[in-house]
């Protein structure tokens, strides 16, 4: 089939150098780059992976009992900021 298509010079000099380095001609590297193109059809992204990392805590720290811990850490920062109002 005949058609007329518009290319960005870029394209076309690639499409160029292509055909000279493989010795053919510009039509069938159009064809066989296009060819490829649909083949590989739309790509789709790599679904997001978190790796774990052994989290290290300190020795003497219950992990276990961390929220506890931060309540503890809030409230007596909480009683703190009173008593400089006074």
């Known amino acids: 089939m005949r058609t007329t298509v518009t290319l960005d010079p870029d394209v076309a000099a690639k499409l160029k ?6 010795k053919t001609s510009f039509k069938d ?3 066989t780059s ?3 193109g649909l ?3 739309t790509p789709t992204a790599e679904p997001y ?3 774990p990392r052994p989290l290290r805590a300190r020795p003497g720290v219950d992990l276990d009992r961390a929220l506890a811990m931060a ?3 809030e409230d007596a920062e909480v009683l703190r900021r009173l008593s400089l109002r006074k």
Do not use: I
Request: aromatic residues 0%; without cysteine; glycine residues 10%.
């Open 71 to 73: 309540g503890e850490l």
């Open 29 to 31: 590297v159009l064809n």
């Open 49 to 51: 992976r978190l790796r």
């Open 17 to 22: 150098e292509e055909a000279a380095r493989q």
């Open 34 to 36: 296009v060819r490829r």
């Open 39 to 41: 083949r590989a059809g």
